[in-house]
């Protein structure tokens, strides 16, 4: 494998196989070289195919919308916290996940910028889903907020008060 | 700086300035959100303050695209602060959004006069549904009104014209809101109080009022906004034609190689007749030099199909 160098991948299977044989070695190889051909997500619009590895790192659940979930996780290229809306692609046609999809992208690219407009950071698409990055990661969101009003264990309630 | 009486204080501002803000009501940021709600609203903690953000756009309406349909309602969306008008599949603009914001409104000023929103419900006896509950939801803002706190004095007629069953009297642009509110305060202090400072420092007194949302069943002009492709703009008239213009006259785009991108919202597009004959022609507009284009909808609508 020498004179292969980052640029050059990723490799084909059919690649692989000729260079490597063992069929373990080139799946090992194939899966892993996607480590080093990570793209940055924040791009406003990122297509990846299913091999490529989306430089994310969860960190936790922060709920659960009608069609899509939204996670808190760290970007691996720029060490920075944001939040992850994943739309998973239905295999069933005519489910309005897509659209939903394609609407937000297309209200938050416009009202981009706006103090109080979550901020767009890029979006993308893979075989099996699309998703946003949206910063900041909130403190909390109004209704909690609004029903536990008189809880002094809210984080940064002093802050927000 | 707290506020006397509310044992909380700078929230309202906050809160308040979400309308004053209103993105959705200028004419250079024209998109409606359509699912207003304390879920999707975010307090962010900052070093600086507090900052409130809308979240989730994914049944948002862009006015962009004059043709999006206003009745629709199969789109997923909050029953409790929805619109009269939008539950019963009525016209709707701007104005409801601020009826959502109105709710919203109500609930904050609720817990910021001490009550918990489970009295709230059970004052107006029904499932959390505010639209069916219009009179229960003046006398609880009657309850909440005390002549010896400023700002719940402006907020609470404020919040009582945004719940108005009658969209008419209802805000309908930070112009609108602007009239109704902002510019009663001329107290500087109240100002501080209730709005955040680039929102007295820019207070945007020229937006123009949006036009209401056509209805889909009279359908006139629809402007399909070309995505950001060197001043091609695609007209779709009702009289059947698109009309591509291309404006960079140093490079005149040639016929076939007009990239046009239309927006990807689903047009209101009139029926085509199969049977018409395929027809284009090409002119050069006299004044601009400009090149105009004029497709026959027929021809276009495959097209579109493929951008989309």
């Known amino acids: ?161 | 700086m707290p506020v006397s009486g509310y044992g909380i204080h700078s929230c309202t501002p906050q809160y308040v300035t979400m309308t004053e803000d209103n993105p959705y009501c200028t004419d250079t940021r024209p998109v409606r959100h359509k699912d207003i709600k304390p879920q999707n609203i975010l307090i962010e903690a900052q070093e600086s303050g507090t900052n409130i953000l809308f979240t989730d756009f994914g049944i948002a309406v862009d006015f962009g695209d004059k043709t999006e349909s206003s009745k629709g309602t199969n789109l997923p969306r909050t029953e409790r602060y929805c619109a009269p008008e939008v539950a019963n599949g009525g016209h709707r603009d701007t104005r409801s959004d601020f009826w959502s914001l109105g709710c919203v409104f109500l609930e904050i000023m609720t817990v910021l006069k001490g009550r918990s929103l489970d009295r709230l419900g059970e004052h107006n006896g029904n499932d959390h549904i505010y639209y069916v509950s219009t009179p229960q939801m003046m006398s609880w803002l009657k309850q909440l009104e005390d002549t010896q706190d400023a700002i719940a004095s402006l907020v609470i007629p404020l919040i009582s014209s945004m719940v108005s069953k009658k969209a008419k009297t209802r805000p309908r642009s930070q112009e609108g809101f602007n009239t109704l509110f902002g510019n009663t305060i001329k107290e500087l202090e109240l100002r501080t109080q209730l709005f955040c400072q680039s929102c007295i420092d820019d207070p945007q007194p020229d937006v123009k009022v949006l036009e209401e949302e056509p209805v889909i069943e009279e359908p006139t002009v629809a402007t399909i906004q070309s995505k950001d492709v060197g001043g091609v703009q695609a007209t779709l008239l009702h009289d059947s034609a698109l009309v591509i213009t291309v404006r960079d006259l140093e490079t005149p785009v040639k016929e076939e190689e007009q990239d046009f991108s239309v927006s990807t919202s689903e047009p209101a597009m009139p029926s085509v007749d199969a049977e018409r004959p395929r027809h284009s022609s090409f002119s050069l507009d006299p004044i601009s030099s400009n090149r105009i284009q004029t497709y026959i909808v027929a021809d276009a609508i495959p097209e579109m199909r493929d951008e989309r």
Do not use: W
């Not at chain 1, 899966?31 to 297509?47: G, H, I, S, V, W």
């Not at chain 1, 739309?87 to 706006?114: I, P």
């Not at chain 1, 950071?121 to 699309?130: H, K, M, V």
């Open chain 1, 1 to 161: 494998m020498s004179g292969v160098k980052d640029h050059d991948l990723p490799l084909s299977v059919n690649v692989l196989r000729k260079v490597l044989g063992n069929p373990r070695d080139v799946k090992q190889f194939f899966e892993a070289q996607y480590m080093a051909t990570l793209k940055d997500l924040t791009a406003d619009f990122r297509k990846y195919d299913a091999h490529e590895l989306i430089p994310t790192r969860t960190i936790r659940s922060l709920g659960q919308g009608s069609y899509a979930h939204v996670y808190r996780v760290e970007l691996v290229l720029q060490k920075r916290e944001v939040a992850h809306k994943m739309f998973m692609r239905s295999t069933t046609a005519g489910s309005g996940r897509e659209d939903s999809f394609n609407t937000e992208m297309r209200s938050l690219r416009k009202l981009g910028g706006h103090r109080h407009i979550v901020e767009y950071l890029g979006a993308y698409q893979t075989p099996r889903s699309f998703g946003i990055l949206l910063s900041p990661v909130a403190t909390c969101g109004l209704s909690m907020f609004l029903r536990h009003s008189d809880d002094h264990d809210l984080p940064d309630r002093q802050g927000i008060l």
